[in-house]
């Protein structure tokens, strides 16, 4: 979380934790609160994927299919990481260099009112993408396709800065990710006993046990 002296960010034009104020009352209610942002949350990484996957079949240049991948990609960070990931899940990553010229990584998370829907599809989006280009990064490696390698590797810099970001904001920027995980089955162990020991003798177990945490 930030502290008290961190700066606020010079296009700030919304304080963060401010933006249910200025929510349209309309869309209370509604399925999704901002279409438009999950929207473009999923188009720009979708479209370098496709681009990555198909440009062969319009174009037999490199440089272009490159350029319009790393065009897609750039958008797709900048939107994610400045606007969608601050809309749909209330939580931002950033950085500032100091008076001393010390850099410093700030990672937050607000409480507010979160769109089920949108957050889900928020995390899908962020971690199934980073898969793809897993994939991709094998088939370019073992295919000797180097050039391609290069484009791939970008790539999952770019997605993976933002997964790590946003997990480290919602676990905390105090907390290591390992020792969350460890609280959280820690947790569910202790859950689990618990059910175990309160349960009426002869109960059958329960078979929809699910875990919580980001769906």
């Known amino acids: ?62 440089i272009t299919s490159f350029v319009f991948v790393v065009l897609f990609l750039s958008a797709d960070f900048w939107t994610v990481k400045n606007i969608s990931g601050r809309l749909l899940v209330g939580l931002r990553w950033w950085n500032y260099v100091d008076d001393d010229g010390v850099s410093h990584w700030v990672f937050e998370s607000k409480n507010s009112r979160v769109n089920k829907n949108e957050q889900r599809i928020f995390w899908l989006g962020l971690i199934l993408c980073p898969v793809f280009w897993s994939l991709f990064f094998l088939f370019a490696l073992f295919g000797l396709k180097f050039k391609w390698l290069l484009l791939v590797m970008i790539a999952i810099a770019l997605n993976a800065a933002n997964l ?6 919602n676990y905390g920027a105090s907390k290591d990710l390992n020792s969350a ?16 020991m309160t349960r009426p003798s002869g109960a059958p177990p329960p078979t929809n046990v699910r875990p919580t945490g980001v769906v």
């Open 164 to 169: 790590y970001g946003y997990v480290k904001c």
């Open 181 to 196: 995980a460890t609280d959280f089955v820690k947790t569910q162990l202790f859950k689990n006993a618990v059910d175990i």
């Open 1 to 62: 979380m930030a502290s008290a002296t961190v700066p606020l960010l010079d296009d700030d034009t919304i304080p963060f934790g401010e933006e249910d104020d200025m929510r349209d009352p309309s869309r209370a209610g509604q399925k999704y609160t901002h279409p438009y942002v999950t929207f473009f949350h999923l188009f720009f990484r979708g479209a370098a994927i496709v681009i990555y996957m198909f440009c062969g079949w319009f174009s037999d240049s490199f």
